[in-house]
């Protein structure tokens, strides 16, 4: 008779057969009764509803939404294609989304298809699917997903997608090298107001020449046409239609919409210090208490006695049992390690380098020190040295899904132009960290370099080192949050104001 640990390995070989296959989406037929509940009792399998399941981690705690949001745009794009065949699309106006790069789990996916019932289906942790009888959008398809083209969506959106999504919206404009896809859309079908509308939303971000170019040819078609500006406030792109992916247009827009909030709300730089050794040796004495929080805040079990041990070189894993948790004491190494570089690009920063340019320089490096000693311990392959992810990345219990890895490849350049070409030492602190988070670039160790980046920006703006505590880790998921899904900088950057002053600093 098998063993149980032999049955679960059967059960999961299963499931591991499903998901070469590329299922996300499956179905209770996909599997056996007992594979089935077998997973499901041993956390390998979660009941999305009736009859569809999608893959979890059995170390999920109850109620964890992480399974379900990492799943979710697969999980529909599979789960619509099994209802509808080809027959079914994303709306006009979550098609721009996602052409625009903003891949957030909505609480309400809105769908078109000729047989849809005209309800909801209701799925886990607060989202559904809402199935409008009603044609189909038509010309793309990502990731399984079927979308309205660009220029059938833009036809399509009225009004207040421009007032609800100003990013997106200015996002997709600013990819669209002239007017004649659009034109063909609007022609043919005679929309003079949604062409008074794309003028207007195209004048508004300075592209005056596919404004003029959609009116003077509406106009030759005798149509009447008059302009109106969908979007409450003006905001002139420099170069529209030059950067081929719309994460370059995020990136900047992102900065451009979030920088007054933080100039507002967050306290103003100070003079550069005069001692900068004495700065330093400030740095050096926070050491224990930053790598604690900032180790912890990602999980890792560390205590100040084995980060003490780790810099003071008493590190002894070979004989010293407690020395012997690879993990922990990797992670902590390489905090170290890389903590050491960081001085240095801070120095750098105090002697009047630009802040944008040393991080450029050198937050490559820093990071290949968090992870150095766990790549020479077999712990974690020679490849993740290599530089930005190759592959996907998802935030435990988060909506925002982080950039595709050719995304991160255009995104990072411009975010290190946005350092460079800040003039607000306050924005550099909080953007730095912020859109560093936002985009992820490597496979782990995000939270840590974004920390690290924010202090060489806390030094340019004349302020100590400052640590974001273990006790903050609620708040400041919770903030990043709400500045990645909803576009609400506030959050965060009070949180790291009322760490700043009047508590939570140390230094000179």
């Given at each position: 008779?098998?063993?149980?640990?032999?049955?679960?390995?059967?059960?999961?070989?299963?499931?591991?057969?499903?998901?070469?296959?590329?299922?996300?989406?499956?179905?209770?037929?996909?599997?056996?009764?007992?594979?089935?509940?077998?997973?499901?009792?041993?956390?390998?399998?979660?009941?999305?509803?009736?009859?569809?399941?999608?893959?979890?981690?059995?170390?999920?705690?109850?109620?964890?939404?992480?399974?379900?949001?990492?799943?979710?745009?697969?999980?529909?794009?599979?789960?619509?294609?099994?209802?509808?065949?080809?027959?079914?699309?994303?709306?006009?106006?979550?098609?721009?989304?996602?052409?625009?790069?903003?891949?957030?789990?909505?609480?309400?996916?809105?769908?078109r298809a000729p047989a849809g019932r005209n309800q909801?289906?209701?799925?886990?942790?607060?989202?559904?699917?809402?199935?409008?009888?009603?044609?189909?959008?038509?010309?793309?398809?990502?990731?399984?997903?079927?979308?309205?083209?660009?220029?059938?969506?833009?036809?399509?959106?009225?009004?207040?997608?421009?007032?609800?999504?100003?990013?997106?919206?200015?996002?997709?404009?600013?990819?669209?090298?002239?007017?004649?896809?659009?034109?063909?859309?609007?022609?043919?079908?005679?929309?003079?107001?949604?062409?008074?509308?794309?003028?207007?939303?195209?004048?508004?971000?300075?592209?005056?020449?596919?404004?003029?170019?959609?009116?003077?040819?509406?106009?030759?078609?005798?149509?009447?046409?008059?302009?109106?500006?969908?979007?409450?406030?003006?905001?002139?792109?420099?170069?529209?239609?030059?950067?081929?992916?719309?994460?370059?247009?995020?990136?900047?827009?992102?900065?451009?919409?979030?920088?007054?909030?933080?100039?507002?709300?967050?306290?103003?730089?100070?003079?550069?210090?005069?001692?900068?050794?004495?700065?330093?040796?400030?740095?050096?004495?926070?050491?224990?208490?930053?790598?604690?929080?900032?180790?912890?805040?990602?999980?890792?079990?560390?205590?100040?006695?084995?980060?003490?041990?780790?810099?003071?070189?008493?590190?002894?894993?070979?004989?010293?049992?407690?020395?012997?948790?690879?993990?922990?004491?990797?992670?902590?190494?390489?905090?170290?390690?890389?903590?050491?570089?960081?001085?240095?690009?801070?120095?750098?920063?105090?002697?009047?380098?630009?802040?944008?340019?040393?991080?450029?320089?050198?937050?490559?490096?820093?990071?290949?020190?968090?992870?150095?000693?766990?790549?020479?311990?077999?712990?974690?392959?020679?490849?993740?040295?290599?530089?930005?992810?190759?592959?996907?990345?998802?935030?435990?219990?988060?909506?925002?899904?982080?950039?595709?890895?050719?995304?991160?490849?255009?995104?990072?350049?411009?975010?290190?132009?946005?350092?460079?070409?800040?003039?607000?030492?306050?924005?550099?602190?909080?953007?730095?960290?912020?859109?560093?988070?936002?985009?992820?670039?490597?496979?782990?160790?995000?939270?840590?370099?974004?920390?690290?980046?924010?202090?060489?920006?806390?030094?340019?703006?004349?302020r100590p080192w400052t640590v974001v505590k273990l006790?903050?880790?609620?708040?400041?998921?919770?903030?990043?949050?709400?500045?990645?899904?909803?576009?609400?900088?506030?959050?965060?950057?009070?949180?790291?104001?009322?760490?700043?002053?009047?508590?939570?600093?140390?230094?000179?």
């Amino acid at each position: 008779m098998a063993a149980p640990a032999e049955k679960l390995a059967a059960s999961l070989k299963a499931l591991e057969a499903l998901q070469r296959q590329g299922r996300v989406a499956i179905r209770s037929t996909d599997l056996t009764r007992t594979h089935r509940e077998r997973l499901s009792e041993t956390g390998f399998l979660k009941e999305v509803m009736k009859g569809w399941y999608i893959a979890s981690r059995p170390d999920e705690t109850a109620g964890e939404s992480t399974a379900w949001y990492t799943s979710f745009w697969g999980f529909c794009a599979q789960y619509l294609t099994e209802r509808f065949g080809e027959e079914w699309s994303l709306s006009p106006e979550q098609s721009l989304l996602i052409h625009a790069g903003n891949w957030t789990v909505p609480r309400q996916l809105l769908v078109r298809a000729p047989a849809g019932r005209n309800q909801a289906t209701e799925f886990p942790h607060d989202t559904s699917i809402f199935e409008v009888r009603a044609e189909v959008g038509q010309g793309a398809v990502k990731e399984g997903l079927r979308l309205f083209s660009v220029e059938g969506a833009l036809v399509s959106v009225t009004e207040p997608f421009y007032q609800l999504y100003p990013t997106d919206a200015r996002t997709i404009l600013a990819t669209i090298p002239d007017a004649s896809a659009l034109l063909a859309k609007l022609l043919d079908g005679g929309h003079t107001r949604a062409a008074g509308r794309l003028a207007g939303a195209f004048r508004n971000i300075g592209a005056d020449k596919i404004a003029d170019e959609i009116l003077a040819a509406m106009k030759a078609a005798l149509h009447d046409v008059r302009e109106t500006d969908p979007f409450k406030e003006q905001v002139r792109i420099a170069g529209s239609g030059r950067a081929v992916s719309p994460y370059v247009h995020r990136i900047r827009l992102m900065w451009r919409s979030m920088r007054e909030v933080v100039i507002d709300r967050f306290p103003a730089a100070k003079p550069p210090p005069n001692d900068i050794d004495a700065y330093l040796k400030a740095v050096d004495e926070i050491y224990v208490t930053d790598a604690y929080h900032s180790l912890s805040i990602e999980g890792y079990r560390v205590s100040p006695a084995l980060i003490e041990k780790v810099r003071s070189g008493t590190w002894n894993p070979d004989e010293d049992k407690e020395d012997s948790e690879h993990k922990n004491a990797l992670a902590a190494r390489g905090y170290w390690q890389a903590f050491q570089l960081v001085k240095e690009s801070v120095r750098k920063v105090l002697e009047g380098a630009n802040p944008g340019d040393v991080a450029d320089a050198d937050l490559g490096a820093w990071y290949r020190e968090l992870f150095t000693p766990s790549v020479t311990a077999g712990i974690m392959k020679q490849a993740n040295l290599a530089g930005y992810r190759n592959g996907p990345v998802y935030i435990r219990r988060s909506k925002h899904v982080p950039l595709n890895p050719a995304a991160v490849r255009d995104a990072m350049p411009a975010f290190f132009e946005l350092l460079k070409e800040e003039d607000n030492a306050a924005v550099r602190v909080v953007l730095g960290h912020f859109i560093f988070v936002y985009i992820h670039p490597y496979f782990d160790g995000n939270g840590r370099t974004a920390r690290f980046l924010m202090n060489v920006m806390m030094a340019a703006a004349g302020r100590p080192w400052t640590v974001v505590k273990l006790d903050h880790r609620d708040a400041y998921m919770a903030a990043l949050e709400a500045a990645s899904v909803e576009g609400d900088i506030a959050p965060f950057c009070d949180l790291n104001a009322g760490i700043v002053e009047p508590e939570g600093t140390a230094g000179p």
